[in-house]
């Protein structure tokens, strides 16, 4: 059964890194691509980038110069890396397969 | 970067009664493969979206064939047929055409 589940803060500060893990099960990372998409509350849904699966990382070209999605295929996670965080940056992170996602962790961006 | 542009925001139905939902691509999202590389999201309230329709016309596993898929290159059609309490949500399109991918706005289906 493919699971995806993310994972991280809750809680960052403006001008801060965040990180997120996603946790993959039921498939290997070396077989699937895994993309990252946020949604700031109420609102629509972004695509930020995603780990393909022979390695290759591609960015929505408006986060680009913040994100970093890397992987360890062992421990089947994904990680996203953004800097300089902003209030504006307040959204529920997902981690999808296409055909799955994960539920979803709130991220808010606050002092 | 591909623009997806549904109508209509939102739609309200009678239980038992069919729905539409359209969605418009700024550039063809046919493959030279032969695929038409958009997708349909159902985000029901407080979830994650959950995919409805692959590649243009094809049932996700699970999905009641109440649901149904169609269109051309750039014009696409979402059908609920009788529709239920469970359709309750937003609805999402989606191309997977190309880098970067990009949604549409959504479309809220609310019962009459």
């Known amino acids: 059964q493919v699971q995806l589940k993310e994972s991280g803060p809750g809680l960052v500060q403006p001008s801060q890194t965040l990180s997120l893990t996603c946790t993959v099960s039921?498939?290997?990372?070396?077989?699937?691509?895994v993309h990252w998409v946020r949604q700031p509350p109420g609102k629509g849904l972004e695509w930020m980038g995603r780990?393909?699966?022979?390695?290759?990382?591609y960015y929505n070209s408006a986060l680009k110069s913040r994100l970093s999605i890397s992987r360890d295929t062992s421990k089947s996670q994904v990680f996203l890396k953004m800097n300089s965080l902003q209030t504006e940056d307040t959204a529920i992170y997902y981690c999808?397969?296409?055909?799955?996602w994960g539920p979803g962790t709130m991220v808010t961006v606050s002092s | 970067d591909i623009v997806m542009t549904q109508a209509p925001l939102s739609v309200s139905v009678t239980p038992g009664e069919s729905a539409s939902i359209s969605c418009r691509s700024s550039k063809s999202l046919l493959h030279s493969n032969g695929i038409t590389y958009v997708y349909w999201y159902l985000q029901k309230p407080g979830k994650s979206p959950q995919l409805l329709i692959y590649?243009?016309?094809n049932l996700a596993s699970g999905v009641p064939d109440r649901f149904s898929g169609s269109g051309s290159e750039t014009d696409f059609t979402l059908k609920i047929s009788r529709v239920e309490a469970e359709d309750v949500g937003i609805y999402y399109c989606g191309q997977l055409l190309e880098n970067p991918r990009t949604f549409g706005g959504g479309t809220k289906l609310e019962l009459k």
């Open positions: 780990m393909k699966y022979d390695g290759d990382t």
């Open positions: 039921g498939f290997s990372l070396m077989d699937y691509s």
């Open positions: 590649r243009m016309s």
């Open positions: 999808t397969r296409d055909s799955s």
